[in-house]
């Protein structure tokens, strides 16, 4: 059963940059829907003003020099932790952040139309370790943690609005919706028992430790136990594993694939086995009101947990529309920034103190005068947001938050509406939210990303229409509106050697005689929220922790 | 029917008033037409009286009226025939034309109307005068024509044998054929065509008239395709009161964004209103059902002035809360403008709520009651939680301990809610769940049940944000009640073993545990 499995992943993956949309949308003959009357734009992550980066000669030079105690650069997750902590153990000192889109929170952006806010990225968080208790303190801060459970567990207790309510998941299988997405109905014996006996492994990973006392899987992953023999697991792909191991179900290789997809971009063939094995014995959350496997979600997705961050963060300003352009070690010890102010078209010269770097790496790497030699690998992701006429039923489980077709190339969607407060069911307008991590070739995957960048609102229509018409025949016709957004890069990929590798190691020390610190997941090899959060905190006290320049 | 022989009677009776000289040019298209038009007579009559049977109840009564008011227009139609003159023929054809049209319209506009119209017996008995008088003008008009091509007692002989026959054909099929098949609004604008189509057989069977006959065949044709309309949007109307869905007559359909309201009646004056298909009240038995909802919290809080209800659109609970003379200030949250702009102005359904809804003490709102407690400022002493059941996830969302903590902001000091909970007998641990969800919130809750015999047994749950007894001796209830006294409130409290305490799991947002309760208990029911 292996076979067709891999010949799968050998077509999803193999030099389909070129050919992606191509491949996909013919591989459905004759279901291409019309959509002429679909409305919307095409956006992407300030792409058109982060390629300036290329060409420096189109930049003015700065007009006016400026002095600040700590400067961010980069209001995703990691910079606004990092702001968050400083504002929390050093309010006295002023910070200065600066962003490159209009809005903080990076891959936890969102939008909204007439009748919700819906997430552009990042859009849950899984109920935390309690022993994480940083984050923990924030979420309580946040309102989303309301308090403790009795002892002696003291688990926390969440805001129920902000747990995924039920129903959470379904997958059409066979034609028919089953709840949840782990394969189940029509599931032949052999392949369920391996399921089965996958999972329970992964159980008994969750409370493994290592000979060092450490949890063998941690969040973060830097209290992951040091054992040898699991970091070995980094060198191997999570493919190769899953063979090794006797794993050849489809239904299995598919529901993996899909997981990886969900949060790597890419499927169990480009990732480590560590890193495959981490996604699932990583996750230790409890809760007083709600199971281990329960999520935390907003309307907004994960630009919620930003937005609490960033009011956190104290009284420090924000500067949006801003591109960071140069950063080199002034002659009086500080570290001299240029920015792009792309609202008044200015250039200005700051003089830091210190510096959090928290731009991802294909930023970071031209903004540092000798940047360490790092490569991590981002999939192109698109995200679409339909405003849909009609109800997405079919048979079996009713509209969940999360649903996947079995099988489908893409993420499937969620209902942006889910978390809403009110107690009907409407025959109004559905806004629901695609999610689709492109393929792409680790050997090249700047093809993929320049050939998704340069397709155009039509084509991506044509292939998010496609697909919603194999989830439910004839909803198509009754989208309104698709507003798309493309990730040229979404989150990174934790390829093998990347984790344990030494190249992330060396990358993650301070730059610039130490007053440049990076933060950023891209420096841990996997993109989740607590990683930033940490990344965050983790160059705040670097800062705090070097002398005061005069 | 035992009400048609007496119409036999008095038609009969009728009859013998109307005898007059004979005549005619072509007297076999018009005597065929007499037995056409004394059925469609007959049949706009037993319409008529149905519909006010269904709509009005007591059908006896409505069933008199409407024959008294139908014979004494046609009486009034047979004395006005005096003053047509010049050409019948052609009068004959505008009458028939006309006979057709409201003939045809009344049973669509009774129906159409019946909620929108202040007050439904004057149209009703306008809309039967109206026809009845056109339909006496036939006869007389038809006996003028004749005059003079027959001998007189071949005349009358021949006329009143096909107004006979006619009207037995209209009687027998009636009950038999066309209110099983066709249904009450179908079946008058059937017999509303036949009409133009006598007008159009004596148009063109009679040379006499060419000079209009362009005229009146355009004329025909336009009313035959309005009356073609009608059965179209009868299709909607009557979709569901076949008796396929509702064992009654669909007297009002509605499907509005949130919900299908449809309210029934039938021949014993029973009104239903059913919610997507779920019986909401019978207006046989729902004081039974809103006495328990409302008296054991107002007996127990005799100086509750403030209250707040939650669902409710009909206005029957507010009815019970406004025989409190302390109550001050009663808010209405419904999601439905439809349903509360029904209560407020359709006759019937005021009668039934005692005008509840245009009460200076009552205020409406129409929104989602949880997006109306989010945002809610006020506190009140007593709240009235009256959802539809949990049958699905939306609806699931009010019955979360999310939605009774932020509910339970609301109560001032002391204060209390009531929460209809489904049937403890079908859904035992759909109703417990309710119960331990409530306790789960911070409510010190204690369950009761009421028989409701539409519904069958039927729990409550009475909550109070602070620890306190329930007092079935608290205040006075008032006068007039039909169900609640002090002893019968107190037996409420007992659950006898077939629908006592089961252990259940708490209904959260993110477990909706009721709802999965309620569609395993439920669902053998069909529900």
Known sequence: MSIPRRQFIAQASAGLAGTLLAGLVSSVPGCTPAHSAVRGQLRGAGHALGHRLRDLRTIPTPSRTEEVDILIIGGGISGLAARRELQRLAPGRPTLLLELEADTGGNSASGHNARTAYPWGAHYLPIPDVRDTAVLAFLQEAGVLTGYGPAPARLPIYDETALCHDPAERLLLHGHWQAGLVP???????DRAELARFLAAMERLRHATGPDGRDLFALPLAWSSSDLATRQLDAETMADWLTRHGYHSEYLRWYLDYSYRDDFGVPAAQISAWAGLHYFAARKGRAHNAPPDAVLTWPQGNHFLANALRQQGGPGQVRANTLVFGLKAATDGRVEVLAFDNATQQSTRLLARQVVLATPWHVTKHLLPNPPLLAPLHAPWLVANLTVAAYPGGAGQPLCWDNVRYGSPALGYIDAEHQALRGFETDGPQSLTFYWALPTDAADPVAARRHALASTYDQWLTLVLTELDLMHPGLAAQVQAAELWVWGHGMVAPTPGYVWGPARQQAAQPQLGGRVHLAHTDLSGVSIFEEAFHQ????????LAEPRAS | ???????MRRRRARAAQQLAPAGAPRPAILLGSVAVIATCGLLYELIAGTLASYLLGDSVTQFSTVIGVYLFSMGVGSWLS???GGPLLRWFIRLEILVGLVGGASAPLLFGLFAHVGSFRVLLYGLVGLLGALVGLEIPLLLRILQGRLAFKELVARVFTFDYVGSLLAAVIFPLVLVPRLGLVRTALLFGALNVVV???????????????????????????ALGVGVVGAERIQRYAEGEVFQDTVIYAQSTPYQRLVLTGNHRGELRLFLNGNLQFSSADEYRYHEALVHPAMQDRPRAHRILVLGGGDGLAVRELLKYPQVQHIRLVDLDPAMTRLFRSNQLLRELNHNSLLSSKVEVHNTDAYAWIRQDTARYDVVLVDFPDPGNYSIGKLYTTAFYQTLRQRLRPGGLVVVQATSPYVARRAYWCVVHTLAASGFSAVPYHAY?????????????????????????????????????INEMRRFPPDMSEVPTDINQLNNQALVRYFEEEWGPYGQ
């Open chain 2, 1 to 7: 029917m035992g009400e048609e022989s007496v119409l």
């Open chain 2, 199 to 225: 007008a159009g057989v004596s148009l063109l069977g009679f040379d006499e008239t060419r000079p209009y006959r362009r005229r009146y065949l355009a004329l025909i044709i336009l009313a035959l395709l």
């Open chain 1, 184 to 190: 189940e109905v029509g599931v032949p014996p052999a």
């Open chain 2, 452 to 488: 409701v015999p539409s519904f069958g047994e039927w729990g409550y749950v009475l909550a109070q944000a602070a620890p306190g007894t329930w007092r079935p001796d608290g205040g006075p209830l008032p006068a007039g009640l039909r169900f609640a006294t002090p002893q019968v």
């Open chain 1, 536 to 543: 965050g905190i983790r160059a705040a006290r670097a800062v």
């Open chain 2, 82 to 84: 005096r003053y047509l």
